[in-house]
């Protein structure tokens, strides 16, 4: 099988871009605190994860013919699309969950200060608080199942010797 076989140049783009802005999101969640101002940059970032990410789906729909074969068959090939759906399903319901909590806890979403997203829902403690353990368990999940990710990337690389890793990269 051609291993060489390049993904197209946008949806590397893409794939680049959101592993930037998720990667840059999850630490700025993980170090902010009420005091050091970094929620909004939290928010303004993940805004942009939702944009980008949306922008990603569409063009990967449209790219679907391009696509390179996977190196992986039978089970393992099914737990190759999981964790790639999972990463996808992760970069939409994040943002929209962080969105919903900071609207229950009676704040607006900024984006950089230069316009509020709509507010979704109204001020509601009991709820921002249930919104905001999805929030963080949802982190979670995408944290352990990007290492996963990584590792089977390095796993191809290093063990099977195939260079899947270079098919993604944009150099
Ligand atoms: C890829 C997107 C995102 C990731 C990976 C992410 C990750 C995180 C993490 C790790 C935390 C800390 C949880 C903790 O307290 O231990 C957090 C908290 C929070 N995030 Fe996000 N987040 C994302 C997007 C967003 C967006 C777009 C918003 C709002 C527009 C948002 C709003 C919040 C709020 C309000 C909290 C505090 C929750 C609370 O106090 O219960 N997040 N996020
Ligand atoms: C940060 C380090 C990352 C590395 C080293 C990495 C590595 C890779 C590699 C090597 C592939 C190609 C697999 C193949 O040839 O079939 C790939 C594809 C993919 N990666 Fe990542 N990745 C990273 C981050 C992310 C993040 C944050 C996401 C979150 C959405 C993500 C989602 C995907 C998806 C969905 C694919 C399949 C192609 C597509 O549908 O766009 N990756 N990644």
Redesign the pocket.
Known sequence: MNTNHKYPKS?IFY?SL??VL??ATLVLGWVMDRENGLMFFHKSVGALVLFFGVLRIIN?VRNMGNI?P?VNHGALHLVEKSV?GL??LM?LVLPIVGWLVSNAKGYPVSVFGLFNLPDLIGKNEALSETLGEMHEAGATVFFLV?IA??VA?VYHKVKTKED??S??LPW
């Open positions: 949806m794939h959101l592993a998720m990667v990967r390179p996977s790639h990463l996808m970069m990007l990710h990584v990337a899947v890793i098919r993604i």
